[in-house]
Every structure is written in C-alpha cells, then in structure tokens.
C-alpha cells in the first residue's frame, strides 16, 4: 500500500510541477466554462445534464496528455530502472501512477463545482443529478485514463502515447453513434461504449449496470497494464 | 552477498550473456569489467531484479531474484547506467520518494535522507531541482538514492562514465568509502578503475566470464616476461648491442627519440631482476643513462589478451547493450 501511495503522491507533485498539468487545466477550465456559459445563456438550458456531455469530448482531448507520460517518459528517461529494482510490485507501480492521474482529474472536477452552485444560485434545480452526473463524470474520466495509462506503457514516445490514446478514446465514443437503434449489435456496440454509461448518471440515475461497466472497464485495462509493464521489463 | 549461477538472457535469438557465474564476499568491490555490449548491463539487470533471465539464477543475500524478487530487491540499491533521476523534484524530496519506495519506516526518513546527503556530499544541495545540478553531482543524487535504504548490497552501472577528470576522482573516492559491511558490484569498461578501486574482477567479454580474480593476481598469471624501459644517451647501434649481451634477455626494441638519446625497451626472462645489471653496464660504458624503469604489464594487457583469445564467430557487436 505505500509504495502506491508514494508513487500516486510523486505523480500529483509532478502534474502541478511541470506546465503540462497547468495547461490541461487552463484549457479544461477555458472549456467548461464556455459551456456552462453557452448552455445558459444561449440555449438557456438550467441544467448540467447537456452539460456534462459536451465536457467528455474536451476529455478526450486532455486526459491523453495527463496519462502520456506516466510510463513512457520513465521508460524514455530510464528511471523505470530506478523505480522498478525498488521492492514495489508491477501492480502497484501501475495503481499508483493511475490514482496520481485519477486524483488530478478529480481536482479538475472539483474546481467546476461552482457551476452546478451558480444555478441552484439562480433557480431551485433538482440536485440529485448533480451528485450523480459527477460520479459518472469521475467514473467516465477514470475508464480514458485506465485506456492512457495502459498506451502510455506501451510506448516510449509521449507523442504516440498521446496521439494512439486521443486515437482510441474517439473510436470508443463514435461506438455510441454508430450503436444507435435497437438491433442486436447497435445494442452490443452502445453497451461497449463508454459515453452512453454516462448519460444514465447525467440523467441522475445510478444503475449498477453502469457501475459496473465502468469499474470492469477499468480493471481490465489496468490488468493489462500490467502485462504490459512485464513485458517491457522482460526485453 | 551476491551469488550468480548459470545466468543466461537471449533477446530473441541473441544470446546477451551465457552462462555467468560468480560470487561476492561481504565486504568487497568487485568490478565487472567488459567492452561495451559484453553483457554487464543485463547481468546487472537480472541481479536487481528488473529482468528476469531466461535461465540460471541470481541470489542476493541468499533470496534468489527470479523466486522472490520483491524481498531480494530490498536488499539492494542500484545505479543504473546514465544515472536516470526525476528532474522535476529537488534532492531532498527526491531522496525521501526512494526511502518511501524502499520502505525506510516513515520516522527515519527524514533522518536518513539527511545522512545519506551528507555520505556523498549533496547537503548543499539538498532543495535544488535535480535538473540544475552538474553532472557530478547527479552522480552523487544516483548513488545516495541507491544507499537511501541502507541495503547490503549495492551495484553501480558504470558510474564514472562522462564525468570530468576531477569527478572522476570524487566519485571513486566516494565509492571506495562505501566498502565495509556491504558488497559493492560496479561495471565498468575502464581499466583503471578497476585497478584503482576494486578488490576483485570478473572479465566478461561477448556474455560469457573469461576471467575472475584480483586485479594484480590476474596480471601475475598472464605475465610470463618482465620488460624494462631504458633511456640513454650513447651510440645507438652499440648500446642495443651492449644490452643484447646481458644475460636473460630475450629482445631488445629501440623507440624513437631525440638525437642521441634513445629510449630502449628490454624483454628478460622473469626469474632475474636485469635493472641492476643493465644499468652498471651502461655506466661502466660511460653513457648517459637518463631513465630505468620496469614495466609493469598492465590490466590493459591482460584484457586485451583475454578478449582477444575469445573467439568471435558470431559478432553481434552492433546491437546496442540492453535494448529494449
């Protein structure tokens, strides 16, 4: 357990210490805020619910580069070599790198609590889809970073880490558009999607169905990560 | 200690190294001694646990690596090649995220970060970002990352490499302090080093073990011949005739030099000493003799001749060393 913990801290620090975690979160905020914005003011929409699905197509643009480097640059630097001969398990070098990037994304989540606080502000929303559309936020962010996490230990370049992820995470959301409709596969197709697990949370509905959806998807990318890692390691 | 049994590793078809063996006693410096791409890095590699070999095992201090090697890498700190750190921290809080990793119980990490800082001399240092720092001193981060947790047994991947001549002397002089309770493997292709700073060599050449011993117990046993280097001022011709006469030698060579004045290489049989008489020669002749000295066949020889004697029927020397 410590060694994740040490691990996850070191990835926090190192976010908030290199400009690329301020730039992710200037544009993430940049973003956002144009679209809680536009859907008040333009659309005059009082709810999150628009509003959180706009935000997952400016994540699949910026998680990327918060998981890119997690592996890749060690690999590239040589400090895997470092990190790798210390007594810390495969496993737990892939958990903590995760949670560093997943508490980070969290951060960001955090700081676009004022929007759901400005309309309860300004009207009497309902607050149940509040709670429950971030979770499914937290949940959403967490599977595209299980996918960055597992490509950015596939590589040693940060850019292919970067591009091959931003490349997957748009296949796995046009999965939803293709799914539409009811036959058996358009069925299959939106079930392995993951956005349209996230509409059920905007909408304020926590099925378990969902949840498990997204917990299995990140296990099993994060499972693979760890092949990943061995295999690396094994060349 | 540090028991090496039958290591292989093959990248695919290639074989990195085949067949290693060898052992540490407690206390020692040995040196793994090899050209580039002879193998050191991926035995370093499988010994700390990064790698695992394709056969063959690594005990350290008794816990072999390939059955578990969480438990044998705690027993052990590791420099790799090129000395990789975290640029984006500063050296204090870059030596604490090791003694974490490490499992250095969380009240004494303070404690043996500033100890350890003050063994290889980084205090100074101790808040500056690891980017700023100078090659040498990075050298001096690599290695107190690799004692932060005290282990028994420490191994450094060519930790002299693309430091300045001065570095280079702080560095061995630091790595020389360290011997006592732990075992020190280092790697290394200069020659120097090894005479300098180790106790005991493994010569590895093309992945597999020619030689293993102490550095002047190796000279010993390929030096069948003692050689002496004369300076002279005196007619050339008569003097390499003079000295051919003495009894024991074998060959006189003569090297190029300022006029009049030669400088005269003279191979003897080893069981006299022919310094004396070679000089009482020149004197009695009534030339200058301007220098004498005995040449000492140097580890370069005995590498040399060791590597040379390798057959290299397949080559691969262009594959870089540890690939990935």
Same mark, same amino acid.
């Given at each position: ?40 003011? +333009? ?43 210390? /007594? ?25 609590? *004022? ?25 959403? %962010? ?36 293709? %799914?539409?409709?009811? $036959? ?18 905007? =909408? ?13 998807? #990140? ?17 | ?16 190294? *085949? ?15 090899? @050209?580039?791409?002879?193998? =050191? ?33 705690? =027993? ?7 000395? @990789?750190?975290?640029? !984006? ?40 970002? +690891? ?33 300045? /001549? ?8 630091? +790595? ?7 075992? #020190? ?28 011993? $102490? ?15 004369? *300076? ?9 005739? $003079? ?42 002749? %009534?030339? %200058? ?24 029927? !397949? ?8 690939? *990935?």
């Amino acid at each position: 357990m410590r060694p994740i913990v040490a691990i996850a801290q070191r990835e926090l620090r190192s976010y908030f210490a290199s400009p690329i975690g301020w730039i992710v979160l200037a544009v993430f905020m940049a973003f956002v805020g144009y679209f809680f914005w536009a859907a008040i003011a +333009i659309a005059g929409i009082g709810e999150m619910r628009m509003w959180f699905n706009n935000t997952t197509i400016i994540l699949i643009m910026l998680l990327p580069a918060l998981t890119m480097r997690l592996f890749a640059e060690e690999r590239q630097r040589g400090t895997i070599e470092v990190l790798m001969t210390s /007594p810390v398990t495969d496993t737990q070098a892939v958990l903590g790198k995760y949670f560093g990037a997943l508490i980070f994304y969290a951060v960001m989540l955090l700081l676009t609590v *004022q929007f759901p606080i400005t309309l309860t502000r300004l009207a009497t929303p309902d607050r149940g889809p509040f709670y429950s559309g971030y979770l499914g936020m937290l949940l959403f %962010g967490g599977t595209f970073l299980a996918v960055g996490v597992l490509i950015s230990s596939m590589t040693k370049s940060q850019v292919a880490a970067y591009v091959g992820t931003v490349f997957v995470l748009l296949f796995l959301w046009l999965l939803s558009w293709v %799914g539409t409709g009811d $036959a058996w596969w358009q069925t299959l197709l939106q079930y392995i999607s993951v956005p349209s697990h996230l509409d059920n949370f905007a =909408k304020g509905l926590i099925d378990t169905r969902d949840l498990f959806f997204y917990l299995s998807f #990140v296990g099993g990318m994060l499972f693979l990560t760890v092949r990943a890692v061995a295999a690396f390691k094994w060349r | 200690m540090v028991e090496v049994k039958g290591l292989t590793k093959y990248y695919g078809e290639y074989a990195a190294i *085949q067949d290693v063996s060898f052992k540490t006693e407690t206390g020692e410096i040995l040196g793994f001694l090899g @050209p580039n791409a002879a193998g =050191k890095t991926t035995t370093m590699r499988i010994i700390t646990g990064f790698m695992p070999p394709t056969s063959g095992t690594a005990l350290v201090s008794g816990i072999d690596v390939t059955e578990d090697s969480v438990a044998a890498r705690r =027993k052990l700190g590791y420099m790799p090649e090129q000395v @990789p750190l975290y640029d !984006d921290m500063t050296v204090r809080e870059y030596l604490s995220f090791c003694a974490q990793v490490r499992g250095v119980p969380r009240k004494d990490i303070a404690d043996r970060v500033t100890q350890v800082m003050k063994d290889v001399d980084v205090t100074e240092y101790a808040d500056t970002l +690891i980017l700023k720092l100078s090659k040498g001193y990075r050298q001096r981060v690599g290695i107190a990352q690799a004692l932060v947790h005290e282990p028994e047994v420490l191994i450094l991947d060519e930790p002299t490499v693309g430091l300045d /001549p001065r570095q280079i002397v702080e560095v061995r002089q630091l +790595i020389r302090s360290l011997r006592g309770d732990r075992t #020190v493997i280092l790697s290394t292709h200069i020659l120097p080093e090894v005479q300098m700073v180790c106790d005991r060599v493994v010569i590895i050449n093309e992945g597999r073990v020619v030689a293993m011993d $102490a550095p002047e117990a190796l000279m010993e046993r390929l030096q069948s011949k003692q050689q002496v280097r004369l *300076q002279v001022r005196g007619p050339e011709n008569e003097v390499l005739a $003079a000295l051919r006469q003495l009894p024991g030698v074998t060959r006189v060579t003569q090297d190029e030099g300022a006029e009049g004045v030669r400088t005269f290489t003279v191979e003897a049989a080893r069981d006299r000493d022919i310094r004396e008489e070679a000089a009482a020669l020149i004197v009695r002749k %009534g030339w %200058g003799l301007r220098e004498l000295s005995a040449v000492a066949m140097s580890l370069e020889d005995v590498y040399i001749k060791l590597t040379e004697t390798e057959p290299g029927a !397949d080559k691969q020397t262009d594959r870089k060393e540890g690939e *990935q």
